[in-house]
C-alpha cells in the first residue's frame, strides 16, 4: 500500500500493536494509541524498561 493509504488504514484502527515495523512508527507518529512488543535482544534505542516511549507519546512499550 501507498504510505497515504497505509497512514488511513492506521487511522480507521483503535488500538495498534505490532513489532518494531514502519506501520507500529506510523501508527505512533499519527498519535494512535500504539504498542510495541519487544523481544529480549531488542535494539538499544528502545532503551531498557518497558513502559512509556522515549520517541513517541502515544507508544507504550512492553518487554518480553
Do not use: C, F, K, M
Request: hydrophobic share 45%; aromatic share 8%.
Amino acid at each position: 500500500p501507498s504510505l497515504t493509504q497505509a497512514a488511513a488504514a492506521r487511522l480507521a484502527e483503535t488500538t495498534v500493536a505490532n513489532e518494531d515495523t514502519w506501520p507500529l512508527h506510523l501508527a505512533a507518529r499519527l498519535g494512535q494509541l500504539t504498542t510495541l512488543r519487544l523481544g529480549p535482544d531488542a535494539d538499544w534505542l528502545w532503551g531498557p524498561d518497558a513502559g512509556p516511549s522515549p520517541w513517541y507519546s502515544a507508544l507504550t512499550i512492553e518487554r518480553a
